[in-house]
T-cell receptor
Framework: KNQVEQSPQSLIILEGKNCTLQ??????????LRWYKQDTGRGPVSLTI?????NTKSNGRYTATLDADTKQSSLHITASQLSDSASYIC????????????FGPGTRLSVLP | DTGVSQNPRHKITKRGQNVTFRCDPI?????LYWYRQTLGQGPEFLTY????????KSRLLSDRFSAERPKGSFSTLEIQRTEQGDSAMYLC????????????FGSGTRLTVV
């Protein structure tokens, strides 16, 4: 069964600190992996998209890594800000069609002052 | 173009009432998707359109749910005889037919059935 698992379920850090969120997947075949940020009560916003051949991609203070052999990805947030408080969702897809996206449950990050 | 727009943002309704949500996708996007998201979970696929054709419906889309995209532009999702279990965030997303980028979500409609 195609599944995406994320850890930790929730995380609390102090402003300015770094953190790393994990995503493990069993989706096959694999086409791409996306990380989304979802603020409370809002829709998900894309942070990064990686295909099979990419093992790292950055978007400002966000850096995603992908190990397609072990089927793991991580999202590293550097110098966290209060506005980083949100849910981070890992999405894996066997193709580019949204009906086949497999969504993880998300990691809830809280950044405290 | 300001992205994918969803209305209303919030809807509170009594059990048994019908509700309708609207999604306006990015204008050049020919694919439009509806998802449902409950608290602490990732979105779950409901249905999608390519232009005006509804090409796939998930098992989650019971016969009380119906979606339309009459002119291949905006879409509506109607829930008839709402139940408390329908309480969720309903997300719309749009994309071009191909390519990895350009998949954009709206801000969602939060439905509460009391």
């Amino acid at each position: 069964k195609n599944q995406v698992e994320q850890s930790p379920q929730s995380l609390i850090i102090l402003e300015g600190k770094n953190c790393t969120l994990q995503c493990n997947y069993t989706v096959s075949p694999f086409s791409n992996l996306r990380w989304y940020k979802q603020d409370t009560g809002r829709g998900p916003v894309s942070l990064t998209i990686m295909t099979f051949s990419e093992n790292t991609k950055s978007n400002g203070r966000y850096t995603a890594t992908l190990d397609a052999d072990t089927k793991q990805s991580s999202l590293h947030i550097t110098a966290s800000q209060l506005s980083d408080s949100a849910s981070y969702i890992c999405v894996v897809s066997p193709d580019n069609y949204g009906q086949n996206f497999v969504f993880g449950p998300g990691t809830r990050l809280s950044v405290l002052p | 173009d300001t992205g994918v727009s969803q209305n209303p943002r919030h809807k509170i309704t009594k059990r048994g009432q019908n509700v309708t949500f609207r999604c306006d996708p990015i204008s050049e996007h020919n694919r439009l998707y509806w998802y449902r998201q409950t608290l602490g979970q990732g979105p779950e696929f409901l249905t999608y359109f390519q232009n005006e054709a509804q090409l796939e419906k998930s098992r989650l889309l019971s016969d009380r749910f119906s979606a339309e995209r009459p002119k291949g532009s905006f879409s509506t999702l109607e829930i008839q005889r709402t139940e408390q279990g329908d309480s969720a965030m309903y997300l719309c997303a749009s994309s071009l037919e191909t390519g990895t980028s350009g998949y954009t979500f709206g801000s969602g409609t939060r439905l509460t059935v009391v």
